[in-house]
């Protein structure tokens, strides 16, 4: 069964081709390399045994896509990673944004909708919920005002396949609201690549402690939580990977409940900033450099999921602890410096 991945050689991306192609799925890449290596190819086949076939592609170029979609007549399903991430960059840049993360899914969901049957799953987030008043975090939750273009276009996104697969009952979509997906593959050929400095709170950490980064600035120790930082769902990126494979498989197999469903992607478990760190300095023995510094503007107190759909409907568990996601992120950083 042949399946597109967009945005495939990217960190969750690459780690869902690897899952896909255990499964015995046949993978075609589609990426851009904006934010990612032709390298990442060599690890997925390190791990597999097998490269994909890969497609340098820019998805805004819509003709593209369509003779693409021409040429590959026989895909069983799509999932979409394909999207710019960094949430600063959305405000200073927001018509990047909207085209990149919107205007290309409504590309891709044309030539779906042109299909006698398509399978889509589609990458969102748990910033969805914004600042949720209830915790854990159910899917029914409301969602909040988006806090940046990046999380609108999570928003919207899911509007969008919402309102298609409402007048195509061809399509079938599951949207994945992920927490905070961390990590590396076990075996350490592939893992988190960011380019320049590392906005999200894993990598700042690894950085530093290889001695990229001087310092891990904490962001606020003056919440309302147990020690004062803020609190998010850390999962490993091998746990998202695998609910990708899962959620295709339900697709497949038509056991989903309606034409566009959404679960969330946690662990369940929030942890602090400051766990996080611990964990770090636990499994690496190194001692972390950081001080306490100002709140950043625009996060969140506290995020972490109710896994009770992901558990019971879709039939999937995370099952790595915090500690083996900062083990293998350690690992990673420090084969990739060396
Ligand atoms: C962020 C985005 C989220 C997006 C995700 C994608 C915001 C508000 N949220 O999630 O919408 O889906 O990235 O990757 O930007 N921290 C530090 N020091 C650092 C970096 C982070 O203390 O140098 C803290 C943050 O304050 C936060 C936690 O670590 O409490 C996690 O931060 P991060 O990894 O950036 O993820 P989110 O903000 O949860």
């Known amino acids: ?86 949430v600063g960059e959305s405000v200073e840049k927001p018509l990047l944004y909207y085209e990149n993360n919107l205007g ?70 599951i949207a994945l609201r992920y927490f905070n997906p961390i990590g590396a593959h076990p075996s350490v050929e592939i893992g988190e690549l960011p380019i320049g400095v590392p906005q999200n709170l894993v990598p700042f950490i690894t950085q530093t402690a290889v001695g990229l980064r001087e310092q891990l600035s904490v962001f606020g120790d003056d919440y309302p939580t147990e020690d004062g930082t803020c609190i998010r769902d850390y999962i490993h990126v091998v746990d998202v990977a695998k609910a990708h494979v899962v959620a295709l498989q339900r697709l497949l197999g038509q056991k989903n409940d309606s034409n566009f469903e959404v679960f969330n992607l946690g662990t369940g478990k929030g942890s602090s900033v400051l766990e996080v760190i611990h964990s770090f300095e636990r499994v690496s023995g190194e001692k972390l450099n950081y001080k306490i510094v100002d709140r950043r503007p625009g996060d969140v107190i506290q995020a972490y999921a109710d896994t009770t759909n992901a558990n019971n409907v879709l039939g999937w568990k995370a099952a790595s602890t915090l500690d083996d996601s900062m083990k293998s992120a350690w690992d990673w950083e420090q084969k990739v410096r060396n």
Do not use: W
Not at 112 to 118: F, I
């Open 1 to 86: 069964m042949k399946i597109l991945v967009t945005g495939g050689l990217g960190f969750i991306g690459s780690h869902t081709v690897v899952e896909l192609q255990n499964e015995g799925f046949e993978v075609v890449i589609i990426d851009d390399l904006s934010n990612s290596s032709e390298n990442v190819l060599d690890g997925i086949e390190a791990i597999t045994g097998k490269r994909p076939i890969f497609e340098k592609m820019d998805l805004r170029e819509k003709s593209k896509v369509q003779d693409f979609f021409k040429k590959h007549h026989d895909l069983e399903g799509v999932i979409h990673f394909a999207a710019s991430k960094a």
């Open 104 to 173: 290309v899914l409504v590309y891709l969901l044309q030539e779906l909708s042109k299909m006698d049957k398509a399978n889509f799953i589609f990458s969102s987030s748990c910033t969805v919920y914004g600042q949720a008043d209830s915790l854990p975090i159910t899917e029914d939750a409301p969602v909040k005002p988006a806090e940046s273009p990046y999380g609108n276009t999570k928003q919207i996104g899911e509007e969008i396949i919402r309102d298609t697969c409402h007048v195509n009952s061809q399509l079938s979509a």
